[in-house]
Structures are given as C-alpha cells and as structure tokens.
C-alpha cells in the first residue's frame, strides 16, 4: 500500500515562504500523477497544482507566480514551494497521487498564514 506522508507546514506571516515535502513509500510520482490539495476551514478541499508522470504541470489560478511544484525521483519526493503568502492561503495541504487503484492521500500538513 502506498504511504504519503507530507511535512513542511507551519505559521509564517504574510509575504514569506514555505516548502512542503511529500515522501512516498514507494517510487510512484514518476508513475502517476501527484497534486497538492488545500482545505481551508469551512471550504471544500482544492486542488492548488499538480505534475503528470512527464512533469508537465498545473497551477489554480490563485497560485500562479508564487507557487511551484516539483520533484525529486530518485528520493520518491514531491515540493511544494510557496512564495509571498496570502492569509487566504491558510489551510491543510494534502498531497495526492492518482495511483493505479485509486487516489492516495497523505495525511496533511497545516499552514497558517498571519496578516
């Protein structure tokens, strides 16, 4: 079964930055592809950008410029890297990946932006 765990989150005030880290158990972002979610209190959870398997990716419009996603195949690790910060980006992100049998979750990691 595959595990996603994601780390990285935390307080930070508004403008700064922070890098979020996906570790799988197995290889399989090159396999499939992986998305970073948010869920803000209250709100339904988003999907904030994603990387196929060839590495093409997509960003919501509300992250373009200050969000980037990337890869490390050979550590089985997705980033999320998040500049200038808004409080509305506050939320739990959640890393998936679109697997042969389904999506896997991580359990999330929580940013809180301050203004």
């Known amino acids: 079964q595959v595990q996603l765990v994601e780390s990285g989150g935390g307080l930070v005030q508004a403008g700064g930055s922070l890098r979020l880290s996906c570790a799988a158990s197995v290889s399989i972002f090159t396999l499939y592809t992986t998305g970073w979610f948010r869920q803000a209190p209250g709100k339904q959870r988003e999907l904030v950008t994603s990387?196929?398997?060839?590495?093409?990716?997509n960003y919501a419009d509300s992250v373009k410029g200050r969000f980037t996603i990337s890869r490390d195949n050979g550590r089985n690790m997705v980033f999320l890297q998040m500049n200038s910060l808004k409080p509305e980006d506050t939320a739990v992100y959640y890393c998936?990946?679109?697997?042969?049998?389904?999506?896997?979750w991580g359990q999330g990691t929580r940013v809180t932006v301050s203004s």
């Open positions: 990387i196929t398997s060839g590495g093409l990716t």
């Open positions: 998936a990946v679109d697997g042969p049998t389904g999506r896997y």
